[in-house]
């Protein structure tokens, strides 16, 4: 069973950056898509970011990409999400999750193990 907690998640302000973890209980990079998806009040789950399981490949939403980076380190079974020039349109519940790799990455249903979320809430 695979066990996903993030953290790193507050309140800043427009422009500012966070960095988000997750930690994950056993190893589960080598054999799992890493992905990071967000939910806003009112609105579905939407994919952010995600690693493909062997490392080589990363990729991202268009509302986010250049602004985000997902990197993990293998050694502390950990995958971040470097956000910076936040918007107030992240605010969002962002969540961790780990798949059976999959040409799917950017769908929520097609991962397996989620993370409880960490809140992000940008102030404009």
């Known amino acids: 069973q695979v066990q996903l907690a993030e953290s790193g998640g507050g309140l800043v302000q427009a422009g500012d950056s966070l960095r988000l973890s997750c930690a994950a209980s056993?190893?589960?990079?080598?054999?799992?898509?890493m992905g990071w998806f967000r939910q806003a009040p009112g609105k579905e789950r939407e994919f952010v970011a995600a690693?493909?399981?062997?490392?080589?490949?990363?990729y991202y939403a268009d509302s986010v990409g250049g602004r985000f980076t997902i990197s993990r380190d293998n050694a502390k079974n950990t995958v971040y999400l470097q956000m910076n020039s936040l918007k107030p349109e992240d605010t969002a519940v962002y969540y961790c999750?780990?798949?059976?790799?999959?040409?799917?990455?950017?769908?929520?249903?097609?991962?397996?193990?989620w993370g409880q979320g960490t809140q992000v809430t940008v102030s404009s």
């Open positions: 690693f493909s399981w062997n490392g080589f490949s990363t």
């Open positions: 999750a780990a798949q059976t790799p999959s040409p799917y990455y950017y769908l929520s249903n097609k991962y397996d193990y």
């Open positions: 056993r190893r589960t990079f080598s054999t799992n898509t």
